[in-house]
């Protein structure tokens, strides 16, 4: 195909998806994966084009009289061709303008940098969760009400459960006969013994070597629950509905997360998206906070799925909602099907994946090393004191009740003499 028209292609000055920098011929030069991608879709096609920007920087928000902003109001009013800029095809922005056949199929999940601190105290007790410990409860005491009803005569409550809990911690069970006419009881509760111990040693040597972190958010839920209470914050595009969108969700955790995010604007930039989001920032009484992004996944992908950012960066694996990247158009543009044809071909292809990957190498090479030791995780491979704080308070208290008892064991017999002396 060839075409005299000069196509006008409105996009967002973004870093790493569409660069713009000026130049001394006047025309501009452009680097990222967006130009990228148009660059050889403009090739295929033969056809010359120009690059424009909206000067409120936004995607496209519909205002209240009708009009749009961004990148859909250019195309509304007829001042640009083509959009680009990692459009999601929403409803309202369908009856707006045209899309392509999409090329990219992403949703909103959330990021953040993983916090250094950790729960120390009786964090051995971790090993297991809640469950598991009650489980492991409910089976201890009721083995120890069966036992007692096989060797009543024999044994007492406290006896039993002493060297059940003992067997648990590897000494020998020291029963009286009787028990081996109940083989199969007892065998039972020295293979879940072996089991258990054995389950619970590995787990403990894992933490040994490197202490486990604290528990992190995962889910939406718990991200509206954190930042209810003030640990975290979560911040959404400038320029999009993404607030708005969780507002009118019937969850009442979403409803709740996007009315935090609006009343406290909560919003970045799509330069900002695309640099650093996850920078740390403090709040008004100086007390950092963990800083939540909600955003495409491929951006995150792109920033912090390489090197060791891939270890400190949490990206959640629950999405809010499904949504399709396409190049937009405005109403009656006459070479849809052409440009959908090379689409489709360049998915396939698996090219724009490359052009991600790509992008996502330059932008680890290009990062200093000061840059890259943000998070470092080496300093916090190392094992300090503090990583033994429960040990050693089970330690103390240990010796703490040992030393009574011996007091009492040598207190009580004198005591004892004393009052049969005082009896006679």
Known sequence: MRTEKKWIISTLNRSRLFEIFPSSDGK???????????KTIMAKIDVDFEIITPEEGQYGIE????????VIGMLCRGEADIGIANL????????TVDFSSRYMSEGLYFSYIKSANREQLFSFLRMFDFSTWMLFLASFLLSSLVILIILKDQETISSIMLYL???????????????????????????????????????????????????????YRELSEAVSKGSHRAYTLNGTNHAAFMRHYPEPYLQSLG????????????????????????????KPKIDAVIGA????????????????????????????????????FCCVSEVNKYIRRIVQAGIYDKFLKDESLKYWFSLSNEERNVVEIAEDRILSISDFTDANLLLFAGLLIACLVFVIELVFPHLKRRYNKVRE
């Open 88 to 95: 999601g095809i929403f409803e309202d922005r369908f009856r």
């Open 28 to 38: 501009p030069k452009l680097y990222g994966m967006e130009d990228e991608l148009i």
């Open 297 to 332: 996944k491929y951006i995150f992908k792109m920033l912090y799925e390489v090197g060791d950012f891939k270890s400190k960066v949490f990206i959640s694996d629950e999405r809010f909602i499904g949504v399709s990247g396409a190049i937009a158009f405005r109403k009656g």
């Open 63 to 70: 205002l209240s009289s009708g009009n749009w902003t961004g």
């Open 165 to 219: 809990f003992g067997s648990f911690l590897g000494q020998t069970l020291m029963f009286h006969r009787k028990i081996n006419e109940w083989k199969v009881i007892f065998l039972s509760w020295l293979l879940f013994t072996f089991i258990m111990s054995s389950v619970y040693s590995g787990a403990l040597s894992s933490f040994l070597v490197l202490p486990a972190e604290g528990k992190i958010v995962e889910n």
């Open 259 to 286: 009315k935090m995010i609006e009343e406290n604007d909560w919003h970045i930039t799509a330069d900002e998206m695309t640099q650093d989001p996850l920078k740390t920032k403090y709040s008004p009484d100086g």
